[in-house]
Nanobody, 117 residues
């Protein structure tokens, strides 16, 4: 099992930036990819982006392309989500998750991001 702890959420004005962190511990050797997800009030949880733990390849949902960047520091077992040009519709609880070859099995507790207009 992998334990994940997110941090870095908060309140920011539209157009601003935030950087979320996700620190992993436990069976980190089993991680194949790390994902970021978000859930807005009254909405389903949605995929934001992911990074391969070893190769670093990234992918993003269309709504955040060009604004969000995922990176990782393997020495610190930490993944980051840099969010720029934030919009009110980015307001959500953001979660990181870890996956082996299969599904995302391990999840963090989430961190709130609120973007004011």
């Amino acid at each position: 099992q992998v334990q994940l702890v997110e941090s870095g959420g908060g309140l920011v004005q539209a157009g601003g930036s935030l950087r979320l962190s996700c620190a992993a511990s436990g069976r980190t050797f089993s991680i194949y990819k790390m994902g970021w997800f978000r859930q807005a009030p009254g909405k389903e949880r949605e995929f934001v982006g992911r990074i391969f733990w070893s190769g670093g390849g990234t992918a993003y949902t269309d709504s955040v392309k060009g604004r969000f960047t995922i990176s990782r520091d393997n020495a610190k077992n930490t993944v980051y989500l840099q969010m720029n040009s934030l919009k009110p519709e980015d307001t959500a609880i953001y979660y990181c998750a870890a996956a082996g070859i299969g599904a995302y099995d391990d999840w963090g507790q989430g961190t709130q991001v609120t973007v004011s207009s």
